[in-house]
Nanobody
């Protein structure tokens, strides 16, 4: 059974940093692109960042220069380093296996002004 477990969320002041982690069960991890999405209350889920198995990462315009996605294939883990956080970054952050439809339950990030 495939499981994705996010962690690292919390409450932080504007301008602060958080690092999210997502541990993925399954031997397919190193062969699949991974993504982070977020959903603010009352809004649709939106893509934040994608990391392929090789090649360039991809970021939404609203996080470029502030967030960094990375992966450790030896640990089946994908990370999202979030710097210079803004109140509008508040939401539940989910990781997903691109193309397979697997999602974690999410981790809540709250940025206070």
């Amino acid at each position: 059974q495939v499981q994705l477990v996010e962690s690292g969320g919390g409450l932080v002041q504007a301008g602060g940093s958080l690092k999210l982690s997502c541990v993925v069960s399954g031997s397919f991890f190193r062969d699949k692109a991974m993504g982070w999405y977020r959903q603010a209350e009352g809004k649709q889920r939106e893509r934040v960042a994608i990391i392929p198995t090789r090649g360039s990462t991809n970021y939404a315009d609203f996080v470029k220069g502030r967030f960094t996605i990375s992966r450790d294939n030896a640990k089946n883990t994908v990370y999202l380093q979030m710097n210079s956080l803004k109140p509008e970054d508040t939401g539940v952050y989910f990781c997903t296996v691109i193309g397979l439809g697997y999602w974690g339950k999410g981790t809540l990030v709250t940025v206070s002004s």
